[in-house]
């Protein structure tokens, strides 16, 4: 007679192996779908869904990138790689602003006088890895001659008569600046981000805890923990003085009034190389970027005012005898008749009608002194300017496709592609022969 304990046994042993075996399939589906999910693209819903920020790296192919799917006209981003006045003196001016990266450390400001601020508009940073768009908000926001468009127009009215924390808030609650700023991210970006924060939190909880930290005295040289973040904090001229805006502050700082003939920079300029010099001993990188009006605005509008100048000059040479076999071979590159091309620079016919000649050459052409050569002279310096403008646009808009490229380039996700390559090879063996070698 069988023993009829053993039957149960069997069962439950082959249940345990079916279980596992079970398990083990449902776990692999499981991760499968988990990297399926992770390695996916992310969609524009998911990316207005997400609450999150991500980091922007201080490349000026971003910022400006961001500043057009803002709707901010007729500004660029450039990069500054000298704080000498000369130099500064050579970017495309107006400058709106300075936007300046570095390691971030926590600073005493409150003893600092105290300068009416009302007037101007600050928002804080509430909400991690916002610094970029915060810092360059607080610029825009104060741009007296800046068509921001709709959206951001819209926002900085809403927000006008807010405390700055809750401009802050409001900032990091806008789906539409949001989901500018994050355009550049991948999904792992995401998730890393979301992790980040997850961790933060954890370690916040640890720190509480263990009670408050015991206070030690602070020195001049700032000595830097390696963990310690990246900021960007911006530097703008508003109300007659010259403001630090950083959204960690509560406030903006005044770093002191304007003076006639001298630019704004000069101000900002000493303050950024304190900065740098605290840091020296331990080489840390630094980045500069200025708001600048576009080279693209500045050309047209400088092309605009050599039509105008051709036509009065025009005005006066077409009674004189023997001009056009002068300028023959030498034709103006640029006519205000050319309305396909001068869409192509930019211009329509009313930057024509506003573009205004210089005084100087106008009392020239209106001389009526001048002679048939003195003219020629003012004529060929016009082809050569115009031409050289031109030029210009044209290297301007080249360096635009350039940047359309870095912007792509870093929208684009390989890490399917990595993934599968690597999958591969562990389907041949070769990681498994690697892992053996090494």
């Avoid at 509480?208 to 703008?236: L, Q, V």
């Amino acid at each position: 007679m069988c023993d009829s304990r053993r039957n149960p046994k069997r069962k439950a042993t082959e249940i345990a192996a079916a279980a596992t075996t079970t398990g083990a399939a449902q776990g692999a589906r499981d991760y499968q779908m988990l990297l399926h999910e992770a390695l996916a693209p992310i969609t524009k819903d998911e990316l207005q869904e997400w609450e999150g920020w991500c980091e922007v790296e201080s490349e000026p192919a971003f910022f400006n990138a961001m500043l057009r799917e803002l709707g901010v006209k007729d500004v660029k981003v450039q990069e500054v790689f000298s704080v000498d006045e000369n130099y500064v003196a050579t970017l495309p001016q107006p400058i709106y602003g300075f936007i300046f990266l570095y390691q971030y450390f926590p600073e005493n400001y409150e003893n600092d006088e105290v300068v009416d601020s009302r007037d101007l508009w600050f928002a804080n940073q509430t909400t991690d890895n916002a610094c970029a768009t915060v810092a360059m908000t607080n610029i825009l926001m104060n741009c007296k001659d800046v068509d921001l468009g709709t959206n951001l127009q819209e926002f900085k009215d809403s927000t006008s008569n807010v405390c700055t924390p809750l401009r802050g808030h409001a900032l990091a609650s806008n789906v539409f600046i949001r989901s500018v700023h994050n355009s550049f991210t991948r999904r792992m970006d995401h998730l890393n981000a979301d992790l980040f924060l997850e961790t933060e939190a954890a370690d916040s909880k640890k720190m509480s805890r263990r009670g408050p930290a015991k206070k030690t005295k602070k020195t001049k040289k700032h000595k830097m923990d390696s963990e310690s973040g990246y900021h960007f904090i911006a530097y703008i001229p508003a109300n007659g003085s010259v403001w630090e805006l950083d959204g960690l502050k509560t406030r903006p700082v005044c770093l002191g009034p304007l003076e006639d003939d001298v630019h704004w920079a000069n101000l900002v300029c000493p303050e950024i190389q304190a900065r740098m010099r605290q840091f020296e001993e331990s080489a840390l990188s630094f980045n500069l970027l200025a708001l600048c009006k576009s080279p693209l605005t500045i050309i047209s509008e400088n092309l605009a005012r050599t039509i105008h100048a051709f036509e009065l000059l025009n005005s006066r040479t077409n009674r004189l005898g023997g001009w056009q076999s002068l300028v023959a071979g030498n034709e103006q590159p640029l006519r205000g008749d050319e309305t396909e091309r001068l869409a192509g620079f930019g211009i329509d016919s009313s930057d024509l009608v506003k573009a205004e000649v210089d005084p100087e050459f106008k009392k020239k052409v209106t001389n009526p002194s001048m002679e048939a050569m003195e003219l020629f002279e003012l004529y060929s310096d016009l082809v050569t300017q115009q031409k050289s403008l031109m030029g210009e646009y044209n290297t301007e808009i080249a360096f635009m496709r350039e940047d359309d490229d870095r912007v792509q380039g870093r929208q684009k996700d390989h890490s399917p592609a990595i993934n599968r390559w690597v999958q591969r090879l562990a389907e041949h063996g070769v990681l498994a022969d690697w892992a053996t070698d090494s």
